[in-house]
Structure formats: structure tokens, C-alpha cells
């Protein structure tokens, strides 16, 4: 079975990146236990987009699911929307640091990495 690859692509208005990057640093530690997980990168626009990209990728689309029921992943969010003030997630719709936010999935047939 192929894993299974998670993109949260968050909209993020000039000036606010860093409040980003800051929320999800205080959030380390949450998704690294879970079964299933095998990998997370926050990657920051180079060029040319307002667009962050949350990138996961896990053992298969269950371990996903059972991520974003489980309570490391209601506490985190339950965070960043204390710290922003607002009700929701602090990052994605409805906080000050992201002002929209979509989800693209997609199975992984290839990946190479680099030999020793």
C-alpha cells in the first residue's frame, strides 16, 4: 500500500508568516507520535504566492482520518485559536495568521531520495 500525502495550503496575508511559523513551532511534538505518521514539513513561499504548504505524509488515508479525531490534533488547534483570539483554528479559517485554507491529498507512486 502507498502512503498517503496531505497538503494543507494555507492563504496567509503579508506580515502574518511569522505567526505562523511560530504557532506551528509551539505545536511540535503533536503529530510525530501518532500511528501511522511518517513525515511533516511547513514550507514557506519562496516566490510569486501568499501560500504557505503544510505537508504531511502517512502510513495510508486511516491514519490521517484518525489524526484529525484524535487529541493532540484538537489541542493543537484548540491553541492556536486561544492564542489568536478567536473561535476555530488560529492558523486556518477564521484566525489572523492564515485567512484561507484548502486540503489536497494524493497517493504516493514514486519517491526518491538521495543515496549515503
Do not use: C
Not at 508568516?17 to 519562496?46: D, H, I, N, S, Y
Not at 504548504?53 to 485559536?81: C, M, P
Amino acid at each position: 500500500m502507498a502512503s498517503v500525502v496531505k497538503f494543507n495550503v494555507l492563504t496567509v496575508p503579508e506580515g502574518a508568516g511569522a505567526t505562523l511559523e511560530e504557532r506551528f513551532a509551539k505545536r511540535a511534538g503533536l503529530v510525530e507520535g501518532q500511528p501511522g505518521f511518517e513525515e511533516f514539513m511547513l514550507l514557506r513561499p519562496a516566490e510569486g504566492t501568499d501560500r504557505y504548504i503544510v505537508y504531511t505524509r502517512w502510513k495510508d488515508e486511516e491514519s490521517f482520518q484518525n489524526w484529525l479525531q484524535s487529541r493532540s490534533f484538537q489541542h493543537g488547534h484548540a491553541q492556536a485559536a486561544a492564542e489568536s483570539g478567536q473561535a476555530g483554528h488560529g492558523h486556518g479559517q477564521g484566525g489572523p495568521a492564515a485567512t484561507g485554507s484548502e486540503l489536497w491529498g494524493f497517493e504516493v507512486v514514486q519517491h526518491v531520495t538521495a543515496g549515503p
